[in-house]
């Protein structure tokens, strides 16, 4: 199976050792996206909304790269600084989609990359 690094300046570079995405048979996987602005590098903190929003366009720019959109999206991971933030983060994460929604799972985790309150990772199909 061949692999293929996605790479977009219209998302975060990375922060670490890893790709943006990566590209595998039929699948594409998006490492997690957090609310850092590509164009000024700072992150997107002044509400939760503008965070996940942010978070959300990284995607999507991720996507686009790929010549993908969130209707290839066939799984979500949602990581939370406080389980509190579930229902503003799930009000803007549920706009980016048109029904048939991905499997998802969300967790409260103790800390995120920058102290970030939300990071999401996706999966996608390549052909649906």
Request: net charge negative; no cysteine.
């Amino acid at each position: 199976m061949l692999k293929e690094i996605i790479k977009t300046n219209n998302a975060p570079a990375p922060i670490g050792p890893y790709s943006q995405a990566v590209k595998a048979g039929n699948m594409l996987f998006v490492s997690g996206q957090i609310a850092i602005n590509p164009e000024t590098n700072q992150l997107v903190n002044s509400s939760i909304s503008d965070e996940t929003h942010q978070v959300m366009k990284n995607i999507a720019a991720v996507l686009t790269e790929a010549q993908l959109n969130f209707s290839h999206i066939v799984k979500t991971t949602i990581f939370l600084s406080d389980m509190d933030l579930f229902a503003a983060v799930n009000e803007v994460y549920g706009s980016y989609f048109s029904g048939d929604y991905p499997a998802r799972e969300t967790v409260a985790v103790k800390t995120l990359p920058r102290n970030v309150n939300v990071e999401i990772s996706v999966i996608a199909a390549i052909s649906l």
